[in-house]
């Protein structure tokens, strides 16, 4: 129900931010919903919410980070935040937001979890946050909510988390692994840097993780190349620099994670 633009803005400009926070917590509004377009490199301040959050990214692609890891949201898809967890997050390019907050008691979340929006989660999410300027009558506004929570529940997962480990060896080499994503990263080569075995090694990440490196390394690859195809980056010279020997091996997958291939998933994202 409120619309913020960043984009003429420093990021001193916390108080608005907060401003906006404490609208969140103290409206009476069942179900508030937020817009907000912020530009790249935007970087907001760790904070919580009492409310279930679903942060969705309509244009652009953001990451949100917790002491437990870090979560993409490139366009189309939404973030669903559990209450009362700390937060923040980081424009990757221009980011157009639409944010919903929803009583846990409603629909919790133990862990963050990456959404892709459905078309009509998005128009109804739009609804909401458009309805200052386009008033809701409260029999259409209140069937708009209930489709709304009922389609949340359908929507399918995405593999676009990615659990940092807290050791701290383990934790550089990840950051560094992100900068330069390598498909052909092998486990000896990680073990032999931290001067451990590889069962020693594979055991750790696991621990330290909750997945297997292999499992990891996929999902770093696609959380490393997301913003390089949102920004419009050629899909071969991505796949190469992420250490893929062919545009087919990237594009398998590409379409294992997401569900289809490079080229289709951004020309669905773009309309």
Request: hydrophobic share 40%; aromatic share 8%; proline share 7%.
């Amino acid at each position: 129900m409120r619309t913020i633009d960043f984009t003429g803005q420093e990021s001193q400009d916390d108080n608005e931010h907060f401003a906006s926070l404490s609208w969140i917590e103290n409206t009476e509004e069942p179900l508030p919903a937020l817009g907000r377009v912020y530009p790249a490199g935007f970087r907001g301040l760790p904070h919580s919410h009492t409310k279930t959050q679903l942060w969705c990214a309509r244009r652009g692609v953001v990451l949100v980070s917790t002491a437990g890891g870090r979560w993409m949201i490139p366009p189309g898809h939404g973030l669903l935040i559990p209450a009362g967890l700390e937060h923040f997050s980081e424009m990757i390019s221009e980011v157009h937001m639409h944010s919903i907050y929803v009583d846990p008691s409603v629909i919790g979340a133990r862990d963050p979890r990456v959404l892709e929006v459905t078309a009509l989660a998005g128009s109804l999410i739009e609804e909401l946050v458009l309805s200052d300027e386009k008033p809701l009558s409260p029999r259409r506004k209140r069937l708009i909510m209930e489709l709304l929570l009922d389609e949340i529940g359908q929507l399918p997962e995405r593999p676009l988390g990615l659990p940092f480990p807290g050791d701290a060896r383990l934790s550089r080499l990840c950051h560094h692994f992100l900068k330069s994503p390598a498909a052909n990263a092998g486990i000896d080569d990680w073990a032999r840097e931290l001067g451990m075995s590889r069962r020693s090694f594979t055991r750790l990440f696991r621990a330290e993780t909750g997945v297997s490196f292999v499992t990891w390394r996929q999902q770093a690859c696609i959380f490393a190349s997301l913003p390089r195809l949102a920004a419009g980056e050629p899909v071969t010279n991505v796949a190469l620099d992420a250490g893929y020997e062919n545009i087919a091996a990237f594009t398998t997958m590409f379409r294992r994670m997401l569900g289809s291939s490079p080229s289709t998933y951004l020309k669905l994202r773009a309309a």
